[in-house]
């Protein structure tokens, strides 16, 4: 079974800088690695932009409260050159995404944008933390 | 402006609001959100979903703030290590120029690290005399005291911060001077 949100229309939001993070599990762990929020995006944008179909892992439902709605599962290994302009060195990172319609249009929520903590069974194989095989 | 559905819970609830006391993380600090910027806002479950280009203009916002915020804790640990010893004999064992301190209490926005040194001296001005023997080639780790300090083990986890109180230089006591 594929996404149910057309990576397609992700990468479109990710380019049209229409990208919103969540607070605990995106935000406040994406700030972890960069001084202000304004750097958050243009890295979380970039690992939009990577993703491929081979990086899908699983749709799921989550429960409401806190969270509600279907959201894509997303593993993958950033690229070097994402890596080295963000001054990265963890590569391997977990989203968990819907898209949603915002007052800017067609957007991309991330309630999960962190690195991977745990081997994640993926469409492309599974990926496991820190490049481990 | 029409309420959209809230991407966290999925209820029709999120709408831009203004208002006092919303608080966010920006660097080390909570700091406050200036009332008078809207933000989305679930009225709901309360998510607060900020977009890349309210990013842009909530930084610079966020960061001033923060430099406030930064400036208010060290004016008030600089109050209590004035009460020590003159705030230039300060400067020059921190090996900062002279006159620093002093624009750093009124205008100039301190470093964080300045602002965490400003702090741990202000609790204990006695520590001054480690950063004088560490100038003057005295003194190396003392990670053997360090050791005992903390009850013979080392952690992780945070000590409970003290509250700042203010010192009369007359409370100090330095137990091998006072011995001499």
Not at chain 1, 48 to 59: A, K, P, Q, V
Not at chain 2, 75 to 102: C, Q, T
């Amino acid at each position: 079974m594929g996404a149910k949100y057309s990576l397609k229309l992700v990468h479109e939001a990710a380019r049209g800088e229409r990208v919103e993070l969540d607070e605990s599990r995106a935000r406040d762990e994406v700030l972890r690695f960069f001084a202000s929020l304004l750097e958050c995006y243009p890295f979380a944008a970039g690992v939009l932009l990577e993703l491929r179909d081979d990086d899908f892992s699983e749709t799921i439902q989550l429960p409401n409260p806190p969270h509600g709605g279907a959201y894509d599962v997303y593993g993958l290994r950033i690229s070097e050159s994402l890596a080295s302009k963000h001054s990265l060195e963890v590569r391997e990172w977990y989203l968990k995404l819907r898209l949603y319609e915002s007052w800017s249009g067609e957007t991309v929520f991330l309630v999960s944008l962190h690195p991977l903590e745990y081997p994640l069974r993926r469409v492309g194989g599974v990926l496991n933390p820190g490049g481990l095989t | 402006m029409k309420r959209i559905e809230c991407p966290v819970c999925g209820e029709t609830a999120l709408e831009m609001r203004q208002g006092p006391g919303r608080m966010m993380k920006h660097r080390l600090l909570e700091v406050e959100i200036p009332s008078d910027f809207a933000l989305p806002e679930c009225g709901s479950c309360g998510a607060r979903p900020i977009d890349w280009k309210a990013s842009k203009q909530l930084d610079p916002l966020l960061e001033k703030a923060y430099q406030k915020a930064l400036s208010d804790l060290v004016a008030a640990d600089l109050e209590v290590l004035a009460k020590v010893k003159p705030i230039y004999e300060w400067e020059r064992e921190l090996g900062l120029s002279v006159g620093y301190l002093s624009k750093v209490r009124n205008e100039k926005a301190p470093s964080a690290q300045l602002v965490a040194l400003v702090r741990l001296l202000a609790n204990q001005p006695n520590r001054a005399r480690e950063v004088a023997d560490l100038w003057a080639g005295r003194s190396t780790v003392r990670f053997t005291d360090s050791v005992r300090l903390l009850g013979g083990a080392i952690s992780s986890v945070p000590a409970p911060m003290a509250p700042l109180r203010l010192i009369e230089s007359g409370d100090l006591h330095f137990p091998e001077r006072d011995a001499a």
